[in-house]
């Protein structure tokens, strides 16, 4: 089930929020009877599982299944770690068995769904062998709850989580607000909010912040990035017709997009935990505005990053273990967080093109500190804006990697990018900008004057340009949260764009991140 | 403004802006999905997906005119004039037998037919017998009976800011013929150059299925039409088979399947005779249609003047099935496909 659904909107979202606070509220009621109350507390559990169950096989029936498994799975190594513990039988060796089985079983999973059909075609064109495809079928959002479950079997094997009720332990998987594209919740996060029952009657304050969170992620998603996806996947459908400035065009719009579709998405989640009175982990903050790669990347997916930072950066060494060390291993992480991105080379280079920037930067830091010349850029000078842009550009081209279908495609891209050249294709580009609001104005100058139409499309792409730079270098979605009054007028505007979002809804759109 | 106060305001003030917006779309009603149109404005039928079902359910008529794509064409007005009805169109793209008998059934819920036209494709005579609308995508909230579902239509961009302004210029403003609706062979050219971007014919012949291969699918087909003629003895059925291009004959050659459709045109045609309501019409051997590329865009699209020759010739015996001439009519049929092989085909590629 996607956010940006009427389904979701007008029945799922207020049956699961209804029923939830209400069966607590029986569990709250029923205080002085602990018994009773713990019933109504676990039954709440099981409607919101139930409910995240749905949510989650309304994609695809099997998917379920495979999730099913993989929390089973888990649950069952967490308990058997659990019994050891109570009868003392938990030696370091058994710890690093279990460690090696829960990590094993988990990456084993990813790589049999996301990796496998990638790993033969290599083999295939490595040894020129002929192994046939199995054109497996990626289950939505495997790489997060695989991720999140991979955190807990490592806390656990290493005695740093406690073993948690089944109930507890497969909502903090399943919780659907951030099941299918993040962020990726670590079960020292959820879990104890789960098991403090004060969170579990309805809080008009949270209730609030969360719908805006709501209202501006979905605006995100929908009237801006699936507006921008339309040039942009014009754009790449029609590379080989690009000519220089469109190509830049295609590739700013996709910046855009990627931030306003991902982040969108991570605004809703945290929209809909805080309604639940649940706080989810903050994903996003401002990356575009970064002066640095490596800034960008503490801005950008930050549960992610601080995921491969807990559980492969520090496990390597970390910083502890020599210049060069560090450096591989910062580079390692990148690599990974590319591969983890998609079963493709393009990714592979992506995560490799960041890696080198990252490390550079570090060296960069490290030298300016041993020579004790670090001062901080002063604000407005020429450096902190050539820093700005050089992190904006480098990483707008880096994108070219990540969005591009296959390495050529890529290497086209850039090849039009830096080979400098005019065909005024950019008027075409803007006319796959066919949205409704722009319907009326087109229409009317088909009819009366056919040479303005293309000059509608060219105002309607870049008001939408200027609006997307707006919001990339305004207040972020936790920022507005946090400093908006409740007026009259915020809430008004708050209605425009729920009401804009929802008629939008009908256009069929997918989330970037579903396939990660 | 306290958080209580903030979330009841924005309820209370989304809950107004999109019903209004809901009772604007529910009163201009662009799918017709709720009523005919209002205001005077014109039967706008431009989207046959979204506008076909609800046109049926919803305008008086007497009369129907019920195919695919090539049936688009035809203008409402030449029938209403020939024959004194009123006429919608019942249109389906793919126009197989489930579909077009869905509508009509449809139609039959609250309309009294006097006459109904019917355009057989022979490929729709092999096609599945279960209805494609969900499979291919159609907006299934204008064709269930589900009221929860019409949400997707109240509030619809689309609707709102496209098809609503269209309705209005286009019955207010600009120049509509209600006869011509889902007319698209104004749009588009023919001849032989646009026939050959279409079609190039395979280099090799497969062998010849059997006459009565896929029997079970044209069985199932013929079950439905012959239902529909049976269950409605009061209304008056013309059946006709459109003049597919020399091309297509040629692709039903080479992929082996000219026995199998000249099987199934003949059996649907026997089973349709043995009702007193029916009568059939045969273009496919027309030759002189047929064998000049210039009336077609594509393998079987033809222009908007053998449409209008199609509805002249509804009514003539040249074209009229018994079951006296039936042979006669294949047998031709199968003399203008060798003539094809032999000497057509090879004229143009």
């Given amino acids: 089930m996607l956010f940006n659904s009427e389904l979701f909107i007008f029945i799922f979202l207020p049956i699961v929020l209804i029923g939830w606070f209400f069966i607590n509220h029986l569990g709250l009621k029923a205080e002085a009877d602990p018994k009773r109350s713990a019933f109504f507390f676990r039954m709440a559990e099981v409607f919101l599982l139930g409910m995240s169950f749905w949510f989650y096989g309304y994609f695809k029936l099997s998917y379920l299944g495979i999730m099913i498994i993989s929390i089973l799975v888990n649950f069952i190594l967490s308990a058997l770690i659990n019994q050891l513990e109570i009868k003392d039988l938990l030696t370091v060796f058994s710890r690093k068995a279990f460690l090696l089985f829960g990590v094993g079983f988990n990456l084993g999973l990813l790589f049999y769904f996301k990796y496998f059909d990638f790993f033969t075609e290599n083999m295939n064109a490595l040894f020129h062998t002929n192994r046939l495809l199995r054109n497996i079928l990626l289950p939505l959002g495997i790489s997060f709850f695989t991720f999140q479950q991979l955190s807990f079997v490592i806390d656990r094997s290493l005695g740093k989580a406690k073993h948690y009720p089944f109930l507890q332990y497969a909502n903090f998987v399943t919780f659907f607000p951030q099941l299918i594209a993040g962020p990726i919740v670590l079960h020292d996060e959820l879990v104890p909010q789960l098991q403090d029952y004060s969170r579990r009657k309805p809080n008009a304050d949270c209730f609030v912040k969360g719908l805006q969170q709501f209202v501006l992620g979905l605006g995100k998603k929908v009237l801006l990035a699936d507006a921008l996806a339309l040039v942009v996947n014009y754009g790449f459908e029609k590379v080989y017709y690009l000519d220089t400035l469109s190509a830049l065009l295609v590739m700013l719009a996709y910046m855009f997009e990627l931030y306003f579709d991902f982040s969108g998405y991570c605004d809703m989640a945290l929209g809909i935990g805080s309604m639940f009175n649940l706080t989810l982990p903050e994903n996003f903050k401002s990356p575009y505005k970064a002066h640095s790669l490596n800034e960008l990347w503490k801005r950008w997916h930050i549960t992610l990053t601080r995921f491969f930072t807990t559980y492969v950066y520090y496990p390597l060494g970390g910083s502890r273990r020599g210049v060069l060390r560090t450096d591989i291993n910062i580079f390692i992480v990148f690599l990974l967080s590319g591969l983890w991105h998609g079963a493709n080379w393009t990714f592979v280079l992506w995560g490799i093109s960041q890696g080198i920037v990252i490390v550079w930067d570090h060296e960069r830091n490290r030298r300016r500190k041993l020579r004790q010349t670090s001062q901080p850029e002063q604000r407005h000078s020429f450096l902190y804006w050539f820093s700005w842009l050089a992190t904006f550009l480098y990483f707008m081209l880096s994108l070219v990697l990540f969005r591009s279908d296959n390495v050529t495609l890529a290497v086209e891209m850039y090849r039009r990018i830096f080979t400098p050249s005019w065909t005024g294709f950019v008027v075409e580009l803007a006319g796959s900008l066919d949205i409704a609001e722009l319907y009326i104005l087109v229409q009317a100058a088909t009819m009366k004057a056919p040479a303005f139409v293309s000059y509608i499309h060219l105002a309607g792409f870049t008001l939408l340009m200027i609006i997307s730079a707006f919001f990339i270098h305004g207040k972020n979605t936790e920022e507005i949260v946090s400093d908006r009054k409740l007026t009259n007028g915020y809430c008004l505007v708050l209605v425009i764009i729920a009401a804009w979002c929802i008629v939008s809804l009908s256009q069929a759109s997918t989330f970037l991140y579903f396939n990660f | ?349």
């Fill in chain 2, 1 to 349: 403004m306290t958080s209580s106060g903030f979330l009841k305001k924005f309820i209370l003030e989304l809950l107004i802006v999109l019903a209004v917006i809901a009772g604007v779309v529910i009163f201009f009603d662009p799918f017709y999905h709720y009523h005919k149109p209002v205001l005077g404005m014109k039967q706008i039928l431009n989207d046959k997906e979204y506008q076909c079902i609800g046109s049926l359910r919803n305008f008086d008529y007497d009369a129907l005119l019920v195919g695919s794509s090539v049936a688009e064409n035809f203008n409402n007005r030449w029938f209403e004039e020939e024959y004194n009805c009123t006429l919608e169109k019942a249109i389906r793209a793919s126009g197989t037998t489930a579909d077009l008998t869905y509508y009509v059934n449809e139609v039959y819920q609250n309309h009294d037919l006097k006459h109904i036209f019917y355009n057989v494709d022979t490929s729709a005579l092999y096609a599945s017998p279960k209805t494609t609308f969900r499979t291919s995508g159609q907006p299934m909230y204008l064709y269930d009976h589900n009221p929860l579902t019409d949400i997707r239509y109240w509030w619809n961009k689309d609707v709102l800011l496209k098809k609503i302004p269209y309705q209005l210029v286009y019955s207010y403003v600009a120049d509509y013929d209600e006869g011509e609706s889902y007319n698209w062979a104004k749009w588009k050219s023919f001849g032989v150059d646009q026939v050959k971007r279409a079609y190039t014919p395979s280099e090799t012949i497969e062998e010849m299925r059997k006459s009565d291969s896929d029997l079970e699918l044209l069985t199932a087909n013929l079950e439905m039409l012959t239902a529909l003629v049976e269950n409605h003895l009061e209304t008056e059925f013309t059946f006709y088979f459109p003049p597919y291009s020399l091309v297509w004959w040629d692709e039903a050659y080479r992929t082996g399947n000219l026995e199998r459709n000249l099987y199934g045109q003949e059996q649907t045609i026997k089973a349709l005779l043995s009702f007193p309501n029916v009568k059939v019409y045969y273009f496919c051997d027309d030759a002189d249609t047929i064998l000049n590329l210039d009336n077609y865009m594509d393998t079987l699209h033809f222009s908007e003047e053998i449409t209008y020759q199609i509805f002249e010739d509804l009514g003539n015996p040249e074209y009229e099935l018994t079951l006296d001439n039936l042979d006669d009519h294949m047998e031709n049929m199968r003399e203008i496909v060798d003539q094809i092989e032999q000497e057509e085909i090879s004229k143009y590629y």
